[in-house]
Each structure stands twice: as structure tokens, then as C-alpha cells.
């Protein structure tokens, strides 16, 4: 049974950056897209960002493009999200969904 544990969220002030992981145990993640997603209180959950198998194609929504950046370590079994020059819009409970498994969530705040 694949499980995904997250870490890597805390309180960081804007413009701060921070990395996120999603650590794989169970089954292999290697050569499965991994996704990002974010839920910010009392808002619907929102599509980040997503990376290939390979870790050779990302994409981004708009509001997070080129700040932050996905890669992955198959060696590891583990995908990271890069979150840099943070402003206070991105704080929410960021999940990483792969092969139909969600990571238990990591919270994120930024304050002003």
C-alpha cells in the first residue's frame, strides 16, 4: 500500500523560501507524475503544480509560475516542491496526490 508523508511546512515570513517533501513508502513513485495541490482556508483545493515520472516536464499554475519549482529524487522515492519568494496568498494546507494516494497535507503560512 503506497503511502505519501509530507513535511517540510511552517511559518515563514513573505519573500522567504521553503521546500516541501513527499516522501513515498509502500511503492515505488519512480516513473508516476506526482501532483501539488493547495487548499487555503475557506477555499476549494487548487491545482500547484505537477511533475512527470522522470522529472523531465513540470507544469505550474499561473500564480505560482516561476516561483516555484518541482523536482524528484527516484533514488529516494520522494518528490519536492521548491516554493521561493512566498507571499502571504500561498498559505494553505499543500498535498502531494500520486498513483491515486494523497499525502496527509503540510501546512504552510506566510505572514506579512
Known amino acids: 500500500q503506497l503511502q505519501l508523508v509530507q513535511s517540510g511546512g511552517r511559518l515563514v515570513q513573505e519573500g522567504e523560501s521553503l521546500r516541501l517533501s513527499c516522501a513515498a513508502s509502500?511503492?515505488?513513485?519512480?516513473?508516476?507524475?506526482t501532483d501539488w495541490y493547495r487548499q487555503a482556508p475557506g477555499k476549494e483545493r487548487e491545482f500547484v503544480g505537477s511533475?512527470?515520472?522522470?522529472?523531465?516536464?513540470?507544469s505550474y499554475a499561473d500564480s505560482v509560475k516561476g516561483r516555484f519549482f518541482s523536482s524528484r529524487d527516484n533514488a529516494k522515492n520522494t518528490v519536492y516542491l521548491q516554493m521561493n519568494s512566498l507571499k502571504s496568498e500561498d498559505t494553505a494546507i499543500y498535498y502531494c496526490?500520486?498513483?491515486?494516494?494523497w499525502g496527509q497535507g503540510t501546512q504552510v503560512t506566510v505572514s506579512t
Open positions: 509502500g511503492r515505488t513513485i519512480s516513473g508516476y507524475s
Open positions: 496526490p500520486a498513483r491515486g494516494s
Open positions: 511533475i512527470s515520472g522522470s522529472g523531465s516536464r513540470t
